[in-house]
């Protein structure tokens, strides 16, 4: 039986619940949830985004606690403990938080520039109307964007390297607290925007004539992205936690908490979108664009502030989700190979910076392009949208027919009938709905690839993402039959579910 509770885990069911929360709190919430709303028709998005929370996200989410709690070890042990050929799941769930973080890194370097430059006043001071060029130079530069990378790549190893509860718990509790004040701080001033109300009305009042198949999809998507399926991090920080935490009260919770910061960013930027006549449906450049142009067009004074107020907020929630990426790798090595936590974040630390250096210089370098395209594009399409779903629909499926139902019960405190009755509802979900709902984001994943939406419009381009992740199937499955006959061989304890 795998059992082997680290002593040095979360000290306190608020750490635990900010550094998850952390952890699902970034990007997908700033950055890709406001631009989804806009394109998916406001309201109606909400809404259904809300139901995929409860039906997708919360039950997949209890699926990874529960696994990880019970086995108190790394993400590929916790996979080769369900079962010897199984560990490939693992092998998966640790390789994908770090190709994601390659990239995801890169844009928290993107962050941190437009903050300085708030503060320093450059951003009001390029003027409305010129803020897309400003990024546009930017990111094209080769040197800049590598410096910004490695200052933020480093604030994250720090972090990390001090370990779950001095490094990771500690600067959660520090760092949500601070966002979530950020965040209220340019809702307030959105919300006192002239016309700031139609920004309201676009967000929650749904129009469900505009919904279509692809509204749901990417409502589900989003959910996918937002909470951190699949990604390994779930299973890392469920191996953290102490025997008294529940894992179905804490689920729900981080499934509230991420929603409500999703819905705050939406109140930040609709209203401030909607008040400077600009689009909603302004897609990925949202973010780095069209809020920029708001706060240029703020003027001087007040767009310095709140500028650097909102890009503080946005770094803030690329740090927190990327100490949990790091944090999956970090775990694995420092466990199976025995090596200092100092000396194995500084490592995984460089060669994430080294690729995300190629990755930063995509967008201006030519040579490191695939197919005219960036190597941002391409590691996101392997990921998000290939990768990531077969991780958490398998996991799901895992859970639902290997957990024995008494151990379930026990983890998710289901001591009175009607917690039965929940529990009951709760595995009917993640052996049926929820894996069928993940598999359609790989169909629609799969889709959008070869429809040219991932950014890919030429057969090479397209077969480079689709390849990419057969290959990074196929190599976790080797690397699953190789432990089996060498090193896991001599490993005959099972995780008892």
Not at 109 to 122: A, P, V
Request: aromatic share 12%; net charge positive; proline share 3%.
């Amino acid at each position: 039986m795998i059992k082997q509770k680290q002593n040095k885990g979360f000290t306190s069911k608020f750490g635990f619940l900010m550094a998850t929360v952390g952890s699902a709190v970034g990007l997908g919430n700033l950055w890709s949830f406001p631009y989804r709303v806009g394109e998916g028709g406001g309201a109606a998005f909400v809404f259904i985004y809300i139901i995929m929370v409860c039906l997708v996200g919360v039950i997949a989410m209890i699926g990874e606690f529960v696994i990880g709690k019970r086995s108190g070890v790394n993400v590929i042990d916790t996979f080769g403990g369900i079962s010897k050929w199984s560990k490939w799941l693992g092998y998966l769930g640790v390789i994908v938080p770090f190709l994601i973080l390659c990239y995801y890194q890169v844009i928290g370097g993107w962050s941190i520039k437009y903050m300085i430059d708030y503060i320093g006043g450059i951003g009001v001071a390029s003027g409305a109307g010129n803020v897309g060029g400003m990024f546009g130079t930017f990111t094209q530069s080769v040197d800049m964007p590598v410096v910004y990378l490695f200052v933020f790549a480093f604030v994250v190893a720090i972090i990390v390297l001090f370990g779950v509860n001095k490094g990771i718990e500690k600067a959660s509790k520090i760092l949500m607290p601070a966002l979530f004040v950020c965040l209220i701080i340019v809702v307030i001033k959105s919300l006192t925007l002239p016309n700031a109300s139609e920004g309201l009305l676009f967000l929650f009042k749904p129009d469900f004539s505009k919904v279509k198949g692809s509204t749901i999809l990417s409502a589900l998507g989003q959910v996918f992205f937002s909470m951190s399926l699949g990604m390994g991090i779930n299973v890392a920080y469920g191996s953290y936690m102490k025997d008294s935490m529940n894992i179905g009260k804490s689920s729900v919770l981080i499934g509230v908490m991420d929603t409500v910061i999703a819905m705050l960013a939406g109140m930040a930027i609709f209203p401030a979108v909607f008040s400077f006549g600009l689009e909603p449906t302004a897609g990925p450049g949202l973010l780095f664009v069209v809020l920029a142009e708001v706060f240029a067009s703020m003027g001087p004074i007040v767009g310095r502030i709140f500028g650097a107020i909102f890009f503080m907020l946005v770094i803030l929630a690329a740090v927190t989700s990327s100490i949990a990426l790091l944090e999956v790798p970090v775990q694995f090595i420092v466990e199976r190979f025995h090596i200092n936590r100092k000396l194995a974040s500084m490592c995984v630390a460089g060669i994430v910076f080294g690729i995300g250096a190629f990755i930063a210089m995509s967008f201006g370098v030519k040579a490191f392009q695939v197919e005219g395209v960036d190597l941002l594009t391409l590691f996101d399409s392997i990921t998000n949208k290939i990768i990531l779903p077969i991780t958490a629909a398998s996991t799901c499926l895992l859970v639902g027919y290997k957990v024995k139902p008494k151990n379930l019960m026990n983890d998710l405190g289901a001591d009175t009938k009607n917690k039965i009755i929940i529990y009951k509802i709760w595995g009917f979900l993640i052996r049926y709905v929820t894996p069928i709902g993940i598999l359609c984001v790989l169909g629609i994943g799969i889709y959008e690839v070869f429809s040219g939406q991932a950014g890919f419009t030429t057969i090479e381009g397209k077969l480079a993402i689709i390849l990419s992740a057969i290959v990074l199937v196929v190599f976790s499955i080797i690397a699953n039959v190789i432990a089996n006959y060498l090193y896991d061989k001599k490993q005959k304890n099972s995780l008892q579910l």
